[in-house]
């Protein structure tokens, strides 16, 4: 019984450990295009460093795609036309800095 809880728990960490939804992203590129396209929107309406929009109880996202389809409507609105690539190098920024999705 308790054998089979700590290799569920190790299973468990592993899995945790692999599953990157956006590992094909830069987050390095992702944060220097949302400093110059995406942040300076945030910290006004939201103060700080404007992270807080990420991280505030009611906030949007709930999980990985739904992480890039914000992206992606932002982007949008902005006209920016990013490539799909793109979108991941900020999804991968967001998600490893914020978010955390699995
Ligand atoms: C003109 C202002 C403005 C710009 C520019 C802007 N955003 Fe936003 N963004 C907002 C606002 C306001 C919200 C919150 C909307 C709400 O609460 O309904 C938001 C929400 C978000 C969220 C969801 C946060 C949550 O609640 O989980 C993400 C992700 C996001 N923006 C990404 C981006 C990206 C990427 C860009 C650049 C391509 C961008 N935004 C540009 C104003 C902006």
Same mark, same amino acid.
């Given at each position: *019984?308790k054998r089979s809880l700590i290799a569920c728990a190790l299973l468990g960490l592993a899995t945790a450990a692999s599953a990157d939804?956006?590992?094909?992203? $830069? ?5 220097? *295009? *949302?400093?110059? $396209?995406?942040? %300076?929107?945030?910290? %006004? ?5 404007? %992270? ?10 709930? $999980?990985? %795609? ?10 949008? $609105?902005?006209? @920016? ?6 979108? @991941?190098?900020?999804?991968?920024? @967001? ?5 955390h999705f699995k």
């Amino acid at each position: *019984m308790k054998r089979s809880l700590i290799a569920c728990a190790l299973l468990g960490l592993a899995t945790a450990a692999s599953a990157d939804p956006f590992a094909a992203g $830069n987050p390095k590129i992702g944060k220097q *295009m *949302m400093d110059k $396209n995406c942040t %300076s929107c945030h910290v %006004s309406s939201f103060g700080g460093d404007g %992270s807080a929009i990420y991280t505030r109880e009611d906030r949007i996202v709930e $999980n990985a %795609s739904g992480l890039l389809a914000r992206i992606r409507t932002c982007e949008t $609105n902005l006209g @920016l036309k990013w490539f799909e690539d793109e979108e @991941l190098h900020v999804a991968a920024y @967001l998600n490893q800095t914020y978010y955390h999705f699995k």
